[in-house]
């Protein structure tokens, strides 16, 4: 028998709903930024879907995606925009690149916390946004 | 444990002819232990009528599921709410934005109401619903937060080798296709998971339910897909809209258990909560749905 795993909160598991239904590309990461989902829209920035790929840990998704700095080095762990927003609680936005199903893609990245309780952030929901050069965002 | 129902209606109490058989009281279950002990779920319109019965049990439990007027109507009215020697402890989900007597007293006070929480003569306290089991007699209880319009939560009541769940308001397949969903991500899995009993609810009919998705309550089928995917043993169909006769019912019932046939469960283990009804609720051995919790 297949081992369970834990029933996810409430909260990730409307946020997850939420994403579902949209058109932006969007992660879903839990309280230890492990990627738990991401939508169709991401899917196909990636190259490959979610339920190909399933949950991976901060290690492996960005082993496998990146995200890499203007110099072409991977961003730390503790910069992404996703370790901070579920670290601090706080939104954080940043610019960098990705391999995508195209290629290398700068994008834009904005990550904000799910705070259901005092106990600290139970997940973050992360935004991506094709980069424009001139500092306007792309459709 | 045996449970007695005395309000099964959502959003408002709908009395008249045609609401006989099935009650137009609000959400209100009474569970007896088999220890004695009793626990009210709910506070709807008809915990006033179990007050009538509660002569000899000055200590009552409420567990309330959230504060939505359906559930906490009936306290106003709450005959051991007015005897001194009532003790009666009130469970509630927590918020950050004011305590449960705070909350509830919004209710009980002017100009909504004649009297105010400080003025009832019994011994009422309020509590906050703890995030880990906590004991009320011999019943160990377990709550989540589950998917419905505001905090809201269902409770797991386990005695022995018996298990109650009560989740009265519930979307469960709000933005998701129930029947695909990898148990992790449904609201309220786990707490039903492998229930002697599923109290659930189940406020519309399926063609009904597209012009109310996002109000927090569940179409037949979906109810019965929940109740089938966390391998429920029997399922108790709650919360009866306003607007739906005894007639109305009594075909949703005969739906729900073709639809529920045709999952490839048992068609008796399938029931419409009815104001006034007992069951009995003890360890059945094979799950009645087609999904076992495996």
């Known amino acids: 028998m297949k081992a369970m795993a834990a029933q996810k909160p409430l909260e990730l598991i409307l946020a997850r709903n939420l994403l579902t239904s949209i058109s932006t590309p969007a992660f879903l990461v839990d309280q230890d930024a492990a990627l738990v989902f991401y939508n169709e829209a991401a899917g196909a920035l990636l190259g490959r879907s979610f339920e190909d790929v399933g949950r991976m840990s901060p290690e492996q998704w960005t082993s496998t995606y990146g995200p890499f700095d203007a110099n072409g080095k991977p961003v730390e762990l503790d910069e992404l925009p996703t370790t901070r927003a579920v670290r601090d609680g706080r939104p954080a936005h940043a610019v960098f690149t990705i391999r995508s199903a195209n290629g290398m893609q700068q994008i834009e990245s904005s990550a904000f916390p799910i705070v259901a309780s005092e106990e600290g952030s139970s997940g973050a929901m992360i935004f991506f946004w094709p980069h424009d050069r001139n500092g306007r965002e792309s459709a | 444990m045996r449970i007695k129902v005395w309000g099964a209606r959502g959003s408002v109490p709908a009395p008249g002819p045609e609401m006989n058989r099935y009650g137009g009281n609000t959400s209100c279950v009474e569970v007896a232990l088999a220890s004695g002990e009793h626990i009210i779920l709910d506070a709807g319109t008809g915990i006033r009528t179990l007050g009538l019965d509660l002569t000899t049990s000055p200590h009552v439990n409420i567990l309330l599921t959230h504060l939505h007027l359906d559930h906490i109507q009936g306290l106003m009215f709450f005959p051991p709410c007015f005897r001194a020697d009532a003790d009666i402890t009130i469970w509630g989900p927590a918020s950050p934005e004011a305590s449960l007597e705070d909350r509830v007293a919004r209710y009980i006070s002017a100009p909504l109401s004649p009297v105010e929480v400080r003025e009832l003569p019994c011994d009422v306290s309020f509590r906050d619903t703890p995030p880990s089991e906590w004991q009320l007699g011999s019943a160990t209880i377990r709550c989540e937060a589950i998917n419905h319009r505001g905090p809201t939560l269902g409770f797991r009541i386990t005695e022995g080798d018996t298990t109650l769940c009560y989740i009265p308001d519930h979307e469960p397949a709000l933005g ?27 406020q519309y009919a399926d063609d ?67 104001e006034g009804a007992e069951l009995e609720v003890g360890p059945v051995v094979a799950p009645a749905g087609i999904a076992t919790s495996a």
């Open chain 2, 208 to 274: 009904e339910y597209p012009l109310h998705v996002g109000w927090g309550h569940s179409g037949m089928t979906d109810a019965l897909t929940f109740a089938s995917r966390v391998g429920a043993r029997r399922l108790l169909l709650f919360h009866h809209d306003p607007l739906h006769a005894d007639g109305f019912l009594d075909h949703l019932h005969a739906a729900a258990r073709r639809r529920w046939g045709e999952l490839g469960g048992d068609l008796v283990a399938v029931e419409m909560a009815m």
């Open chain 2, 176 to 202: 998701t296709v129930l029947a695909d969903n990898e148990p992790e991500w449904i609201s309220g899995y786990d707490l039903a998971r492998d229930a002697d009993l599923l109290i659930h609810d189940c």
